[in-house]
């Protein structure tokens, strides 16, 4: 039953099943979030059942009490109609959220390429963000008290930009910055850190930086050199001083 649930919520969503690879680019490897992200999505599904349910239970007691008082029958029907709709929606979602909760969990991909990485998220709206290793400034790792209770971790990628605090929430990505990639729910964050940041010394090792990133000068030259560049400078400059004051008769 869920496996058919599972194919009509893809089908009404219409959710690539498989993610798109950077374009240019080879795959490095593929990640993917632990089968506990799941239950941690799931802890705070079933806060918002809960109050949900609480908040239906607590309308059949009050509802009844209002009723009494209300003179006109069409306002009661009417009412009594839109509890009655509460009830079959809350129901009927039930296994449609559970549904999605486990699609968020199968269709969630983490590709490092050999030169960007690319996350693959959500199932009602799809997200795709992809972050070159050339901008990628900061990696880190946050991990919450339920997150720790369940062996998960969040590893946080920042780019140029990025301020140093994000404004997503603990499971969504509601006001996420776009200067930051989330590896969400994953049990090997310490390997994902450093996969990625081997990426980017790799990356930079190379000299595939932006094209129009500034070169930068060495750090150690050669002073001799630098002073017989000088001297020659100056010899040109010099020639051609006495040229334009002679003439090309001179020559």
Do not use: C
């Not at 239906?56 to 006109?72: A, D, K």
């Not at 050999?114 to 050339?134: N, Q």
């Not at 002073?223 to 017989?228: G, I, R, V």
């Amino acid at each position: 039953m869920f496996e058919r649930l599972r194919d009509a919520v893809v089908r009404l969503f219409r959710v690539p099943e498989q993610p798109s690879v950077p374009a240019g680019g080879r795959v490095i490897r593929v990640f993917r979030a632990s089968p506990n992200y799941y239950r941690y999505r799931l802890v705070f599904w079933a806060g918002g059942q809960l109050t949900a349910l609480v908040g239906l239970v607590l309308s059949l007691i009050f509802i009844p009490m209002v009723l009494e008082h209300i003179p006109f029958a069409w306002l009661r029907l009417l009412i009594g109609g839109i509890e009655v709709v509460a009830w079959l929606t809350f129901l009927v979602q039930i296994p449609v959220g559970l549904a999605v909760l486990h699609l968020d969990l199968d269709l969630r991909w983490y590709i490092l390429s050999d030169r960007s990485l690319r996350i693959r998220e959500g199932i009602v709206k799809v997200r795709e963000k992809t972050v070159t290793f050339a901008n990628i400034q900061h990696i880190s790792i946050r991990q919450n008290p339920i997150q720790r209770l369940l062996g998960i971790a969040d590893v946080q990628v920042r780019t140029a930009g990025g301020g140093a605090g994000g404004s997503g929430n603990q499971h969504g990505q509601v006001g996420e910055s776009m200067h930051e990639a989330y590896f969400r729910g994953v049990d090997n964050a310490d390997e994902i850190r450093d996969a990625v940041r081997e990426r980017v010394r790799l990356y930079r090792d190379a000299g595939l930086g932006d094209p129009d990133e500034p070169s930068s000068l060495p750090e150690v030259y050669d002073a001799s050199a630098l002073d017989a560049a000088r001297e020659v400078l100056t010899e040109v400059r010099k020639l051609r001083e006495d040229l334009l004051l002679t003439g090309p008769s001179a020559v």
